[in-house]
């Protein structure tokens, strides 16, 4: 008891805490969202994970339910706004259409 009062003393006086002597909390850098809107799909989701992002998530916004094979949607929407900051685990989701579906760009009757 004695040595962890005295360790805790000369600590608080060399300005330090006791937390300097073990592994410290890993910090989390701030990651930079770039546009993807415009780009394939399989193509946006990889940069993304290559920047360091780690919670990427394709959805829809043409009326199908799932994305199925990437390389075939275009991305249309993002969740995150490009340029803004944001933790490498942050929630972001890819608004994406099927390439070449007609089903919902002619006109209906």
């Known amino acids: ?12 006086l060399a300005g330090c805490d006791a937390g ?8 989390t850098a701030l990651l930079t969202m770039p546009n993807e809107v ?11 994970k290559k920047l360091g992002f780690r919670n990427v ?4 916004v043409d009326g199908h339910h799932v994305v199925v094979l990437p390389q075939n949607w275009t991305v249309k929407a993002q969740s995150a706004r490009s340029g803004s900051k944001l933790a490498p685990d942050a929630k972001i989701v890819l ?3 099927r ?8 006109p209906i009757p």
Do not use: E, H, Y
Not at 1 to 12: D, Y
Not at 20 to 27: I, Q, S, Y
Not at 99 to 106: A, Y
């Open 38 to 48: 415009g780009q394939n799909a399989d193509v946006a989701q990889d940069s993304l």
């Open 95 to 97: 608004g994406c259409a």
């Open 1 to 12: 008891m004695k040595a962890a009062f005295a360790l805790a003393l000369t600590l608080a």
């Open 20 to 27: 300097a002597l073990g592994p410290a909390a890993p910090t």
């Open 57 to 60: 998530d394709l959805g829809t």
């Open 99 to 106: 390439i070449g579906d007609r089903r919902w760009t002619l």
